[in-house]
């Protein structure tokens, strides 16, 4: 992963608000999103303390840490994520995932998986194998 600013990070936007200023965010909670160190780099950058926000995990790897069951960036209230212009790669691909052995696919447990078409799916799996390799270090999809 390059340095990049987040503006000229891909993603993939759905209309996860489900009221004026509420938020689906079924995926904030119980997270185990892997983070890059570009993306940590990117939320010091914000004000924020890596051991306030992340978690490394038993298999090694660095991941959103839940405070009360959800992502430590969740408004529990609203359901917004209080950096989402600048959250880790993956919540920004997400519900793309890498499943090993499938390869790039979109999470049927994201309520709006069904508005995830093909074209997207071919043009951000590079985005994801990319991510995988940076977490992982090594391809795993
Ligand atoms: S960083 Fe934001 S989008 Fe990602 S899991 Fe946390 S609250 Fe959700």
């Given at each position: 992963m390059s340095g990049a600013s987040a503006a000229e990070l891909p993603e993939l936007r759905l209309?996860?608000?489900?009221a004026p200023g509420v938020y689906?965010?079924?995926?904030?909670?119980?997270t185990e999103m892997p983070l890059t160190e570009d993306d940590v780099r990117r939320l010091e950058r914000l004000g924020y303390r890596r051991a306030e926000f992340a978690v490394r995990g038993p298999d090694g790897v660095l991941r959103l840490r839940n405070v009360g069951g959800r992502c430590?960036?969740?408004?529990?209230?609203?359901?917004?994520?209080?950096?989402?212009?600048?959250?880790p790669l993956g919540c920004r691909l997400y519900p793309l995932v890498c499943v090993p052995g499938l390869g790039v696919t979109v999470d049927p447990?994201?309520?709006?998986?069904?508005?995830?078409?093909r074209e997207a799916v071919s043009a951000l799996a590079p985005h994801v194998r990319r991510l995988v390799r940076a977490v992982y270090g090594r391809p795993l999809c």
């Open positions: 209309p996860c608000r489900v689906c965010a079924r995926c904030c909670y119980g430590y960036f969740l408004d529990a209230r609203t359901g917004a994520c209080r950096v989402y212009e600048h959250r447990e994201c309520p709006l998986h069904h508005l995830v078409g």
